[in-house]
């Protein structure tokens, strides 16, 4: 009998033996600071990207799209989704990364970045605007007049290339760009303090910047006469028509010097918004390494942000200290903007020889 026991005990070892069991890891809560209250303003600016006061309206106004319905496991609040999100833009760093910044894990990180960029971008109707009375576009000539004395404008247009990760398939090719580099054309029309106030943001980046003005609304607007006599500064890639006014290419005479002189530097103002919007948040000069609708998404989001920063008068902070360039400023910026080859319509237009013969002659 006790053999018998031995043999029986000895079975149930060897069984348990092969048997594998699946060891879960612990639940870890990681610790969550408090940023908006850790950092002094200045301190704050730089890792975020904007003052604690211009976060603090932000986060009223997208407060409702954040909130968790209670408070189980541990749920973010909406500041610290508004704080990991800011964190991302300021850095591009991995998910990874920002979720221990935050005291994120690395899923709820990627979704939380997504939720609140979306949440942004909603706001885009009120923060991005385009003149359409009277009275606005009458405002918006009167601010470009004042740069370099070129009447009638109430927009200086162009677009910039805003690197990402190759979105596979069988389209991912029209993504490559001239510099050979992934990256979406993004077309703006600025005003005169820089602000965005219009924005094309889907096109691949073997787009033309006259492709993607030539498909888009704002052109049939203009077409249609909404805008009255204003008209837009483009560079050489455009056609030159009734509305849109590129630089001469051989200017000849004093007045056409003149007019090349005023074009280039009222236009400088679309040139100078893509610094400061890009500087603030280097996630668009580094590259967006999320799927494409995401990057679609982020790229609206952090426009609003640069309106309403600008509207309120915020500099651009300096680069925060764990921010890593694989080159200096200028040349990532450079890299951004790829000229494009001149337009093959005609640049003969009847209406710039009226305007350089009617207004800019009398300036000499």
């Not at 610290?80 to 760093?93: D, E, G, H, I, V």
């Not at 967006?288 to 309403?308: E, F, G």
Request: aromatic share 8%; charged share 25%; net charge positive.
């Amino acid at each position: 009998m006790q053999r018998l026991r031995r043999m029986i005990n000895n079975s149930d070892s060897d069984d348990s033996e092969d048997e594998t069991y699946v060891v879960r890891r612990p639940r870890w809560i990681k610790e969550r600071n408090n940023y908006f209250y850790d950092y002094d303003d200045e301190d704050f600016r730089i890792r975020f990207r904007l003052s604690k006061a211009a976060a603090h309206n932000l986060l009223i106004k997208i407060e409702d799209h954040l909130e968790f319905i209670s408070e189980r496991n541990q749920s973010i609040s909406p500041i610290n989704q508004l704080l990991a999100t800011l964190r991302f833009y300021a850095t591009n760093n991995s998910q990874l990364t920002i979720g221990d910044f935050s005291g994120l894990s690395t899923p709820t990180a990627h979704r939380i970045i997504h939720r609140v960029s979306a949440a942004i971008a909603s706001l885009n109707h009120e923060y991005i605007k385009f003149p359409n009375t009277q009275q606005e576009i009458r405002q918006n000539q009167r601010e470009f007049y004042g740069i370099a004395r070129f009447p009638r404008v109430i927009g200086a247009m162009d677009c910039t290339h805003v690197r990402i990760s190759s979105p596979g398939g069988d389209q991912a090719e029209l993504f490559r760009n001239r510099k050979g580099y992934f990256s979406i054309n993004v077309q703006t029309i600025c005003n005169a303090n820089l602000e965005i106030i219009d924005i094309v943001a889907r096109w691949p980046g073997s787009a033309h910047d006259s492709t993607i003005f030539n498909n888009c609304c704002r052109k049939a607007k203009f077409e249609a006469g909404d805008y009255g006599e204003g008209i837009l500064l483009v560079d050489g890639g455009y056609a030159a028509t009734s509305y849109s006014m590129p630089p001469l290419e051989n200017p000849g005479t004093a007045v056409e010097q003149l007019y090349n002189e005023s074009q280039i530097r009222t236009r400088n103002a679309v040139e100078r918004s893509y610094g400061v919007w890009k500087r603030r948040f280097p996630i668009l000069a580094l590259g967006l390494r999320v799927k494409l609708d995401k990057a679609l998404v982020i790229i609206i989001a952090t426009a609003v942000l640069h309106n309403i920063l600008r509207q309120r008068g915020e500099t651009v902070p300096p680069d925060d200290p764990g921010l890593i360039l694989p080159a200096p400023w200028e040349a990532l910026l450079q890299n951004g903007q790829i000229s494009c080859e001149r337009s093959n319509t005609p640049q003969r237009s009847r209406a710039r020889e009226l305007l350089i013969n009617n207004h800019f002659r009398n300036l000499i």
